[in-house]
């Protein structure tokens, strides 16, 4: 055999075997163990990567909770079911949490609030850009804009614009992200356990003859509310606010308020829903 044919060879197999024991060696120093926890948890969690529990995604939410640094019903879009199996593989006790859902605290829309006269805006209709540029075209500056930038945020299909130029939640869908109430630039859209029925459905501040002018709908600051409830019910800046810490629905005088700016949730009329498709 060719002498130099043997050495080439033998130079070969040496710097396999070199590169091998180095490769060998580079893993075990540098390997970075995974808790087989952190796949598990991910697998439960809905995959949305909504960013809605403040982490970059559901993945970097599994690692982080797996290390004990948030806790797993801290994800708002998985469901109670999903945290208790998340709960049960870390080892911790369930916890059924409460399931938040959105709600829009204003019913202001075209038929209600009224229009600036002096202007007419033309441009794009998003909430945040009408704002910024016109201050919007309604004379209610705390009401609901109606350019729909919280039905583009959800990802779940939970929300639309019905025909008054006001979003609806569809609250069988709605997850408790919170992602509409983060996008809604004048904060009409709060979450709320949804067990909870009473709300004051205005934000609005101005004085009482200023909001019978801007709005059927507003808060008008008469207080009749207020003075009924027992201290359930606070003014604040002309405006109705509730405390749930104290409020008694049976004390509310909700006949007596002649705007209906204070009712039940389930009890509101809202335009037919237009039909969803599978």
């Avoid at 441009?123 to 945040?128: E, I, N």
């Avoid at 209906?260 to 037919?272: M, Q």
Wanted: net charge negative; proline share 4%.
């Amino acid at each position: 055999m060719d002498f130099s044919l043997v050495i080439a060879i033998s130079t070969m197999g040496g710097l396999g075997f070199l590169f091998a024991g180095a490769l060998a060696i580079a893993d075990k120093k540098l390997r970075v163990y995974e808790d087989p926890k952190i796949g598990q948890v991910n697998e439960l969690l809905p995959g949305a990567n909504c960013g809605a529990c403040g982490n970059a995604g559901c993945y970097d939410f599994a690692v982080k909770v797996v290390a004990g640094q948030i806790t797993p019903g801290d994800c708002p879009v998985a469901d109670t079911d999903a945290a208790s199996e998340i709960a049960k593989i870390l080892g911790l006790e369930p916890d059924g949490g409460t399931r938040m859902v959105a709600r829009v605290l204003c019913r202001g829309g075209k038929a209600e609030a009224s229009r600036k006269e002096d202007a007419l805006y033309r441009g794009p209709k998003s909430c945040s850009t009408t704002i910024l540029i016109a201050g919007g075209d309604k004379l209610c500056l705390d009401g609901c804009v109606g350019g729909g930038e919280c039905v583009e945020a959800c990802q779940f299909g939970a929300m639309y614009m019905n025909e008054n130029e006001l979003p609806v939640v569809i609250e069988e869908f709605c997850t408790g992200c919170g992602l509409c109430a983060k996008a809604c630039p004048r904060n009409i859209i709060e979450m709320h356990p949804a067990d909870r029925e009473i709300f004051i459905f205005c934000k609005n501040h101005d004085d009482p003859k200023t909001s019978r002018k801007v709005c059927a709908a507003a808060c008008i600051g008469c207080q009749i509310c207020a003075r009924k409830s027992d201290g359930g019910i606070i003014m604040k800046d002309n405006l109705a606010i509730i405390d749930y810490t104290k409020i008694d629905i049976s004390k509310i005088p909700f006949a007596k308020c002649s705007t209906k700016a204070i009712d039940t949730i389930h009890l509101r009329v809202e335009v037919e829903q237009p039909e969803l498709i599978n």
